[in-house]
Antibody, heavy 121, light 114 residues
Framework: QVQLQEAGPGLVKPSETLSLTCIVS????????WSWIRQSPEKALEWIGY???????KYNPSLGSRVAISLDTSVNRISLRVRSVTATDTAVYFC???????????????WGKGTTVIVSS | DIVMTQSPDSLAVSLGDRATIDCKSS?????????????LAWYQQKPGQSPKLLIY???TRASGVSDRFSGSGSGTDFTLTISGLQAEDAAVYYC?????????FGQGTKVEIK
């Protein structure tokens, strides 16, 4: 079955760029949406954005233009970059497969285990 | 953004009893042009784990999910019911709307065993 595994640096300094990867194993990245979601220390879940198997991206306006998601289909890897991080970007970051069709995205049916990111100097 | 509000924030239920969690959306998430579907999902999250999909389209159980879990409701008001509560059901439960971007989540409801 499909499995997702996130990886990242763990600790990022304020104002720097957070970079995370998510490896998809056991399946193809085509025909799905691939989302990043984060969970704050207070346990609130926030959708960051998605990329479709065809490379179309959509982001949460709450993060503005700081976010970029990319997809490398040759190695089934989804990447997340968040620029100019602050302490409020401290969270557990999850990647997830999101069901959908050509026009709409739906629920997230497969999640990675998550990776913790702390923003601190 | 569509705001999802869950109630209660926490509840303690005895083993074998029923747990009921409500979720209210700030606007209707019923899409009449797609088979009258409600764009709502429920997730279960245990400590140290990622969320697990339980229910989608408000009432469809995900593959492998126990039939003790059921979802109901339409429009703006939804309910997750756990029948015959078992020890392994202790977790935080989240509702999630995917009707409109950005998709949003409720604040979570913690279910404990009494």
């Amino acid at each position: 079955q499909v499995q997702l595994q996130e990886a990242g640096p763990g600790l990022v300094k304020p104002s720097e760029t957070l970079s995370l990867t998510c490896i998809v194993s056991g399946g193809s990245t085509a025909n799905y949406y691939w989302s990043w979601i984060r969970q704050s220390p207070e346990k609130a879940l926030e959708w960051i954005g998605y990329i479709s198997g065809g490379g179309i991206t959509k982001y949460n306006p709450s993060l503005g233009s700081r976010v970029a998601i990319s997809l490398d289909t040759s190695v089934n890897r989804i990447s997340l970059r968040v620029r100019s991080v602050t302490a409020t970007d401290t969270a557990v970051y999850f990647c997830a497969r999101q069901q959908g069709d050509d026009y709409n995205f739906y629920y997230m049916d497969v999640w990675g285990k998550g990776t913790t990111v702390i923003v601190s100097s | 953004d569509i705001v999802m509000t869950q109630s209660p924030d926490s509840l303690a239920v005895s083993l074998g009893d029923r747990a009921t969690i409500d979720c209210k959306s700030s606007q209707s998430i019923l899409y009449k042009y797609n088979n009258n579907r409600n764009y709502l999902a429920w997730y279960q999250q245990k400590p140290g784990q990622s969320p697990k999909l339980l229910i989608y389209w408000a009432s469809t159980r995900a593959s492998g999910v126990s039939d003790r879990f059921s979802g109901s409701g339409s429009g703006t008001d939804f309910t997750l019911t756990i029948s015959g509560l078992q020890a392994e059901d202790a977790a935080v439960y989240y509702c999630h709307q995917y009707y409109r971007s950005p998709p949003t989540f409720g604040q979570g409801t913690k279910v404990e065993i009494k």
